[in-house]
């Protein structure tokens, strides 16, 4: 049977359909494009962190040591004091008055003495002179020296009210911020104890104190060993060194936000004992706090670098490792550009990197971009460097 030629066309344009068809059934599908990177052995930075609390270096409480009404506050509370600053003054009429009171007792008292100096003078001369009996001299030896108690007496005296006087006035003990007063001029002070009346913190350096694990202490004894003979002078002129903050060995602080305070610190003590209910040890340091910008009572965390781990170790990048269920793999490139899931055991993160424990080793490569498109056997295209010429690739699908 003949067909016609618009059937025959028809055919032929079918045939032609199935054709293009079966091709693209035929033809493997373009490798998946990733980047590699090789892993490496380097020197990286690790730290340990721990929670801190922040205090003044010194906090004195001012307190009113005498009893009576606060007359005046000569400071502005939160303001900066210096050491021997009035900051406030008790009603002072009792306590001059203890004093002139104690000042005449003690004029009575050394009148008293010349007199039985004078006397005893006499009678040593009469029993010089078998004049008097030897009773009558060691009476007025004893009144002598009876007189000479009762002036040391109200000299002490004296000075127990000049004392008394002195408290009505109080002075900062030191250099710092005075915080808020708790008792307002007028209220009686000092009734049944020594009332509180503000706290003035030196704030300039701060002490910083944190737990270190035990374990910890061991590892870093090395580092804390020489603490014993640093004061605040040495610390004051290690903190003030040209570099200082750049020294990546010296504490940092990050504050509560998760900014880092831009002054580093120095270590200064270790506690005497580790806490039995907790197994750490407390830690001081002292950050430099030119502008009060630190408060006492403030919290952050103090980190330190680590000197018993990240030398000479391997690192991949973090982008490299993919997770399931705390278990960690990379995608190993091999030979003809074919991939390799492998899981592998890794330490601490350091920045982008992450430490390798077990699983890799020096000089392979691994995908670190195109890892979602991968799986193990697959074979890959590698996608060019920046700046470098592209890797020979086998893009053959076995």
């Not at 029993?127 to 009558?136: D, F, G, K, S």
């Not at 990546?248 to 602080?253: G, N, T, V, Y």
Request: proline letters at 5%.
């Amino acid at each position: 049977m003949r067909l016609s030629p618009r059937l025959t066309a028809v055919a032929l344009v079918a045939v032609g359909a199935c054709s293009s068809k079966d091709d693209a059934k035929s033809s493997p599908p373009a490798p998946p494009e990733v980047e590699v990177e090789s892993v490496r052995r380097d020197d990286v930075p690790l730290y340990m962190e721990a929670v801190a609390s922040i205090d003044g270096y010194v906090n004195a409480e001012i307190r009113a040591r005498v009893r009576g009404y606060l007359r005046s506050q000569s400071y502005r509370d939160g303001a900066f004091v210096k050491e021997g600053d009035l900051l406030f003054t008790i009603e002072a009429t009792e306590f001059q008055a203890q004093v002139a009171s104690a000042k005449a007792a003690l004029a009575r008292a050394k009148a008293a003495k010349d007199l039985a100096d004078l006397e005893l003078t006499r009678v040593k001369q009469l029993r010089e002179m078998n004049a008097v009996p030897q009773q009558q001299l060691d009476t007025a030896t004893a009144q002598a020296a009876d007189t000479q108690g009762q002036v040391s007496s109200a000299e002490a005296a004296l000075d127990q009210a000049q004392l008394s006087l002195s408290y009505t006035q109080i002075r900062s003990p030191v250099t710092g911020v005075a915080g808020l007063a708790q008792v307002r001029i007028g209220n009686l002070v000092g009734q049944s104890e020594p009332t509180l009346l503000a706290t003035v913190s030196q704030v300039e350096p701060m002490r910083v104190r944190f737990p270190l694990a035990e374990a910890d202490y061991l590892k870093q004894y090395q580092a804390l060993k020489g603490l014993a003979g640093r004061d605040l002078k040495w610390a004051m002129a290690e903190i003030n060194k040209p570099g200082h903050d750049d020294d990546a060995s010296a504490p940092q602080l990050v504050l509560i936000d998760g900014s880092v305070y831009p002054r580093r610190g120095v270590l200064m003590s270790v506690d005497r004992n580790v806490d039995t209910g907790t197994g750490t040890l407390q830690i001081e340091a002292l950050f430099p706090n030119p502008e009060a910008f630190l408060k006492p009572g403030q919290f952050g965390r103090v980190r330190i670098r680590r000197i018993d781990a990240g030398t000479d170790v391997l690192v991949v990048p973090q982008r490299a490792l993919s997770e399931v269920q705390g278990s960690f793999n990379a995608a190993v490139l091999g030979e003809g550009n074919r991939i390799s899931m492998r899981r592998i055991e890794v330490g601490a993160a350091a920045g982008d990197k992450r430490i390798v424990l077990s699983g890799l080793e020096e000089g392979e490569k691994v995908v670190v971009s195109g890892l979602q498109r991968v799986r193990d056997g697959v074979v890959v295209s590698l996608k060019e460097p920046f700046g470098q010429a592209a890797a020979p690739t086998n893009t053959t699908q076995r």
